[in-house]
């Protein structure tokens, strides 16, 4: 489902897709986003499939992606995601450890790699400073 | 006398070539079929020694039957004269060795079975971090929801994740068959609070 945001000053709030498999994580991420970060969620999948053709149809500003998830994960869904959607920002979102996985990611076509347990402001902090990078803040 | 031993030892490293090439094959099979050659390096080079070997065994009876076809006449007489009671009473035993190696892959065949064995080891592996990957998400939404001051969603997750864990820790006592002493034995102390106990 589309939706379409402003802020109460009429300016348009920054659209994020989320795409998890867990359906807690997609909640409480959205409530992150939306309530901390003044984003507004346009869109959540449970997988790498769902989450493809929902960036498709937002080409949102900012993607939060999880790697491990079924159907498609997160690894084999980011090339064709920064291919529709070449301007957002990708935040990769995993369980698994950093030093392990960020290269990685990033070399798939995520702009940062956020280690799952980062506390909320950390998660508003890095997606700011993503799209800083980007000139879309 | 040296006739019979060179005989024995023919006999007896045609049946060890034979039942480690068969080895080999058994290993390698099942390792391409669950496209497990490349990265189960240990079951490659097991299944590597085994044919080496195969062919080591098998280049001895060559050598000895060789002379009878008028080739190398030389080298083969000298291996057959090499030959005396150790040397022959030792391929026996390789051989008797290699054929009760056979007669337990029979009498286990529903654990060796060709790629069942490498692709439920896959398998077993997928199962194992699924189930880790639910208890550290269970986590991962307990602290976020505390965070976000979402007590119930938290205990919830909570109990979710220790209800995973059990299970988890459950089936690997029962699957492992560990005797009770064995399996609840710890090397070392349970770890909490960041590494204290």
């Given at each position: 489902m589309t939706r379409v945001a402003e802020s109460a000053t009429g300016d348009r709030l920054l659209r994020a897709v989320i795409i998890d498999d867990t359906p807690d994580i997609r909640d409480l991420l959205t409530l992150v986003l939306e309530?901390?970060?003044?984003?507004?969620?346009v869109e959540t999948a449970a997988d790498g499939r769902a989450g493809i053709v929902a960036v498709t149809t937002h080409c949102p500003d900012v993607v939060m992606l999880d790697l491990a998830?079924?159907?498609?994960d997160g690894l084999e869904a980011l090339p064709a995601i920064r291919g529709i959607c070449p301007h957002a920002a990708i935040i990769v979102l995993s369980g698994f450890d950093a030093t392990a996985m960020t290269a990685s990611a990033l070399r798939a076509g995520a702009d940062a790699y956020l280690q799952k347990g980062a506390k909320p402001d950390v998660i508003v902090a890095t997606v700011r400073e993503v799209l800083g990078r980007r000139g879309r803040s | 006398m040296n006739d019979v031993y060179w005989r024995v030892g023919f006999v007896a490293n045609v049946v060890v070539a034979v039942a480690y090439l068969l080895i080999a094959l058994a290993i390698v099979v099942p390792l391409v079929r669950s496209r497990?050659?490349?990265?189960n390096r240990l079951a490659t080079a097991t299944a590597a020694i085994f044919f080496t070997c195969a062919i080591h065994h098998g280049g001895h009876p060559l050598h000895m039957l060789l002379p009878a076809f008028g080739a190398e006449v030389q080298q083969g007489l000298a291996m057959r004269q090499s030959y005396d009671l150790s040397m022959a009473l030792w391929d026996i035993v390789t051989a008797a060795v290699g054929v009760y190696y056979w007669t337990l892959r029979r009498a286990y065949a529903s654990l060796t079975r060709g790629a069942q064995l490498f692709e439920d080891v896959r398998q077993r592996e997928q199962q194992a971090l699924e189930l880790n990957d639910n208890v550290l998400q269970g986590l991962v939404v307990a602290k976020l929801a505390l965070e976000l001051g979402e007590r119930e969603r938290a205990e919830a997750a909570l109990e979710a994740s220790i209800a995973a864990a059990s299970t988890m820790i459950t089936k690997l006592l029962v699957d492992g068959q560990h005797s009770a002493q064995a399996g609840l034995l710890r090397s070392t102390p349970a770890l909490t609070e960041g590494g204290k106990t």
């Open positions: 309530t901390l970060g003044g984003f507004t969620v998830m079924p159907v498609m | 497990q050659l490349g990265s």
